[in-house]
Every structure is written in structure tokens, then in C-alpha cells.
């Protein structure tokens, strides 16, 4: 049973960077497609990025492009979101996710299996 970590999360104010860590014990997440997702406080959950695996490509939400890079290190067994320009609607809690979902439900949340607790994510001005 694949055990996922997030990492990373803290405080920064607008305009900075923060790069979050997604490890796994008890298995390995390069056979996995690997999400982020996060939810603020009173608002439903929302897909941020998501990395396919066997080299299937990494998908962004809008709000988030260009300024939100995912990458893999399969030496370390993680997944990184680096996280910069922050804003203020950035803030929430931040959860990694592992599984294969199809390519087509790779933004909703189903066929992630491993979920992790998730980190906090706090953007101040």
C-alpha cells in the first residue's frame, strides 16, 4: 500500500515561490500518474497539475500556467510542484495524489488511489 507525503507548504507573501514535495513509502510513484489538487477554506476541491506516467505529459489547470511547473525525480521517488508569482487565490491546502486515471479524468480526482494529507499553502500581501 503506497503511502504519499506532501511537503513543502509555509508561508510566502505575493509575488514569491514555494516548491512543494510529494513522496512515497512502500512503493514507488513512477509507475503512477501524480496530481496536486488543493481546496481553500469553504470552496470545493480543484486540480492544479498533474503528471502522467510513463511519460504521458503534464497537464496544468489555467489559473496556474505559467507559473506552476510539476516534475518528477525518479531517483528520490517524488514529485515537485514549483510554485512561483503567488497570489493571494493561491492559498489552501494542498494535496498530492497517486493512481492511473484515464487521460480524460485526470483533472477530476477519480482513478487517484494514494492520497496524501495534504500541506498548507498560505499567500499573504
Known amino acids: 500500500q503506497l503511502e504519499v507525503v506532501e511537503g513543502g507548504g509555509g508561508l510566502v507573501q505575493t509575488g514569491g515561490s514555494l516548491r512543494l514535495a510529494c513522496t512515497a513509502s512502500?512503493?514507488?510513484?513512477?509507475?503512477?500518474?501524480v496530481a496536486w489538487f488543493r481546496q481553500a477554506s469553504g470552496k470545493d476541491r480543484e486540480f492544479v497539475a498533474a503528471?502522467?506516467?510513463?511519460?504521458?505529459?503534464?497537464y496544468y489547470e489555467d489559473a496556474v500556467k505559467g507559473r506552476f511547473f510539476i516534475s518528477r525525480d525518479k531517483d528520490n521517488n517524488a514529485v515537485y510542484l514549483q510554485m512561483d508569482a503567488l497570489k493571494l487565490e493561491d492559498t489552501a491546502v494542498y494535496c498530492c495524489a497517486a493512481g492511473r486515471p484515464i487521460l480524460s479524468a485526470i483533472h477530476t480526482g477519480r482513478g487517484y488511489t494514494y492520497w496524501g494529507q495534504g500541506t498548507q499553502v498560505t499567500v499573504s500581501s
Open positions: 503528471s502522467r506516467w510513463n511519460g504521458g505529459g503534464s
Open positions: 512502500r512503493g514507488t510513484l513512477n509507475t503512477y500518474s
